[in-house]
């Protein structure tokens, strides 16, 4: 069973940056991050595969940046350009396929998650 560990989350001012990390206690395929506000379903974030290809959820395309140190069994989250809308807990995923899903039950492996709050 791989054991996911986020770390980074915090609280900033609307146009700040914030850089999320999450370490896997093993190998995994594709890693992502999801994320969940007060009273909604959790969404997708951004995705990447073992071969460093990248997907986004539209309304963070340009400001996040996903990306992986395969050697590291890590995954990063940059995220630019912060809104309050982007206020949420954030959760790291990682699965055993090589490829990208968008779909959180695809997923087998989930970190506790780390709260962003982006004040306006």
């Known amino acids: 069973q791989v054991q996911l560990v986020e770390s980074g989350g915090g609280l900033v001012q609307a146009g700040g940056s914030l850089r999320l990390s999450c370490a896997a206690s093993?190998?995994?395929?594709?890693m992502g991050w999801f994320r969940q506000a007060p009273g909604k379903e959790r969404k997708f974030v951004a995705a990447i595969s073992w071969s460093d290809s990248a997907y986004y959820e539209d309304s963070v395309k340009g400001r996040f940046t996903i990306s992986r140190d395969n050697a590291k069994n890590t995954v990063y989250l940059q995220m630019n350009s912060l809104k309050p809308e982007d206020t949420a807990v954030y959760y790291c995923?990682?699965?055993?396929?090589?490829?990208?899903?968008?779909?959180?039950?695809?997923?087998?492996?989930w970190g506790q998650g780390t709260q962003n709050t982006v004040s306006s």
């Open positions: 093993g190998p995994t395929g594709a």
């Open positions: 995923t990682a699965r055993k396929l090589l490829v990208i899903s968008t779909r959180p039950h695809t997923y087998d492996y």
